[in-house]
């Protein structure tokens, strides 16, 4: 039997985040091999990944990142079990290390196959789940490409968000927090009216029908006090039309306006925990 020594262990800890006893029993099991010792990592990570595939992770990170010109961003969801690993200065890392790599990914599919450390990302997030003893995964994956794009992430990782703009200018980067931060409070179900599912219009326009005539509202005033109630709708609930959290007197579309007229916001991502 080869003899396992501290150096050895402390190397291959530090390459696969595995505790210090793993390691040791994983390098004994591999007489020494440190690449022998990887893979019995590996594999103690899939009999566990096996054992809580039907596991529930609605926590973790939600972590949100720009390229160097903010013309592209991506928001990266990496989830586990419990809040208590969520917080984990490690689990955290590896969520943004994850997330930079999504900058140069074009799906969750394509990230998932990406190389990290000499492993695929699926490798490692199933090494992870041996080494944590919790199911974790890629939950979501996003990506917005615009003339400007910047991003928010919610005190805590629970909440990250996108925002596209339609031209770069000076200020841009305040204003795309502000309006990233407004889409993580106040979750618009749109950008604007034109993004608003007609099943949703409609349902909201029977809703309101609905309390008209519990009020005792005459039916063919209907469909008038109705569409106002929609109007109403699309106010408070899309990205655009929502009154501007840091002054009420505006809507976001003017706020975003102070960057010039012409500036508008043309997409958002939103992605929350749970």
């Known amino acids: 039997m080869a003899k396992i020594t501290a150096a050895e262990v402390n190397k291959l800890r530090k390459a696969t985040g595995a505790g210090m006893m793993d390691c040791k029993k994983a390098l004994v099991e591999a007489d020494g091999n440190f690449d022998t010792a990887i893979e019995v990592l590996r594999k103690k990570g899939q009999k566990v990944a096996a054992n809580r595939a039907d596991r529930e992770s609605s926590e973790g990170a939600v972590i949100a990142k720009v390229n160097g ?57 199933t090494e992870q789940t041996g080494v944590i003893g919790e199911k974790i995964e890629i939950g979501d994956f996003r990506s917005l490409e615009a003339p400007f794009v910047g991003s928010y992430i919610h005190a805590g990782n629970k909440i990250a968000v996108l925002t596209g703009l339609s031209q770069s200018a000076d200020g841009a980067e305040t204003v795309a927090k502000d309006v990233s931060m407004q889409a ?46 929609i109007q109403r709708f699309f106010k408070d609930n899309t990205l655009v039309n929502q009154a501007f959290i840091k002054d009420n007197k505006q809507s976001v579309a003017d706020y975003v306006k102070t960057l010039g007229n012409d500036v508008t916001v043309v997409a958002f991502e939103r992605v929350a925990l749970g």
Do not use: H, W, Y
Not at 89 to 116: H, I, M, Q
């Open 184 to 229: 993580a409070a106040m979750n618009p179900v749109a950008l604007n009216e034109d993004g608003v599912d007609q099943s949703v219009v409609d349902k909201e326009i029977e809703i309101a029908k609905d309390q008209l005539r519990q009020e005792g509202k005459p039916e063919a005033m209907l469909d008038n006090i109705a569409k106002g109630k």
């Open 69 to 125: 010109d903010n013309t592209k961003g991506v928001i990266v969801s990496l989830n586990c079990e419990t809040d208590f690993v969520g917080k984990n200065d490690t689990f955290v890392a590896l969520a943004n290390e994850l997330a930079d790599l999504a900058l140069t990914a074009s799906s969750k599919e394509d990230l998932l196959a990406k190389d990290f450390n000499g492993m695929s990302v699926q490798d490692k997030l």
